[in-house]
């Protein structure tokens, strides 16, 4: 791809209530299951995929990343940001799994840097789009024009904000949509991993709901897909298993060219309710801590 991270992470707030009855503390929990499908293609046009996928549902992470910088350089770059978050484990919650996350982004990041020295051939990397999931949260970690969208209630929304040249143009005022669209520089981006000393993303965080659908992909499919084609695909899929609309995403992007690798992973959450545990008697000990 001819494909530059800034850290951006909302407070976390625990807050604990204490019960109406001390005596009757009713304590449940919504945890959420996963469905997901994924699928990466090296295109019609590429000889070398550079993406690459990550899923690890035990620990609440996948993974979209693109890379650039050419033969052995690019694919190099995207296989050791998944080799490095795949060592993640598992989490004990939200803050520890983005600690995780993004410390090993970082490892990530000087190993690119380091091989691109060796190389000698100038700056490689590779864009992410990563989702983590933990009880009912989720965040959406990013860093060039990789993609996370979330479908809810029949409507999509496009959870991430491309770092890319046009959009920093259209962000200022300089171009209109309509001149965006057939714009020369189109996919230049302005942030990747592994083209500065420290990784350099943006985080959207947000509550998950029962049937959220998310799709994150490389931009070898967005390419070809505007997100009200992608809401109407998604409305048609309904409950249904998403292995299919995985293949309909791919190879429709391969009929309208292929110019790129294009990777999708989709993934559905499902709420699951835990039976609810009630406490019998006073506990002087947790007041104040349900």
């Known amino acids: 791809?001819?494909?530059?991270?800034?850290?951006?992470?909302?407070?976390?707030?625990?807050?604990?209530?204490?019960?109406?009855?001390?005596?009757?503390?009713?304590?449940?929990?919504?945890?959420?299951?996963?469905?997901?499908?994924?699928?990466?293609?090296?295109?019609?046009?590429?000889?070398?995929?550079?993406?690459?996928?990550?899923?690890?549902?035990?620990?609440?992470?996948?993974?979209?990343?693109?890379?650039?910088?050419?033969?052995?350089?690019?694919?190099?770059?995207?296989?050791?940001?998944?080799?490095?978050?795949?060592?993640?484990?598992?989490?004990?919650?939200?803050?520890?799994?983005?600690?995780?996350?993004?410390?090993r982004l970082t490892r990530a990041n000087s190993r690119i840097r380091a091989h691109a020295e060796q190389l000698g051939t100038g700056a490689i990397g590779s864009t992410i789009a990563a989702l983590l999931v933990q009880q009912d949260k989720f965040a959406a970690i990013w860093s060039g024009d990789s993609r996370v969208y979330r479908f809810r209630g029949g409507e999509i929304a496009q959870v991430t904000r491309d770092h890319t040249e046009v959009q920093m143009l259209l962000?200022?005022?300089?171009?209109?949509?309509?001149?965006?669209?057939?714009?020369?520089?189109?996919?230049?981006?302005t942030r990747a991993i592994g083209v500065t000393d420290q990784p350099e993303c943006d985080m959207v965080q947000d509550t998950l709901m029962d049937a959220d659908i998310f799709l994150i992909c490389s931009d070898g499919l967005t390419e070809y897909f505007e997100a009200p084609e992608l809401q109407d695909l998604m409305r048609a899929v309904g409950h249904g298993p998403l292995e299919p609309l995985c293949h309909v995403l791919v190879e429709t992007a391969l009929e309208r060219g292929g110019k790129d690798n294009t990777s999708v992973i989709l993934l559905r959450c499902r709420r699951k309710k835990l039976p609810d545990f009630e406490a019998a008697g006073a506990y002087p000990e947790l007041e104040g801590l349900l």
């Open 171 to 189: 962000d200022n005022g300089e171009i209109t949509e309509e001149e965006a669209e057939n714009w020369p520089r189109k996919n230049v981006i």
């Open 1 to 103: 791809m001819n494909d530059d991270m800034h850290t951006q992470e909302s407070d976390e707030t625990v807050v604990f209530r204490r019960p109406r009855e001390l005596g009757k503390a009713m304590l449940s929990e919504a945890l959420f299951g996963f469905e997901f499908a994924t699928r990466s293609d090296v295109g019609c046009v590429r000889k070398l995929n550079e993406d690459s996928t990550l899923e690890l549902p035990e620990a609440g992470l996948w993974v979209v990343a693109d890379g650039m910088g050419g033969h052995t350089a690019g694919d190099f770059a995207s296989q050791t940001i998944v080799a490095e978050l795949e060592t993640v484990g598992v989490p004990a919650g939200a803050l520890d799994l983005k600690s995780r996350f993004l410390e």
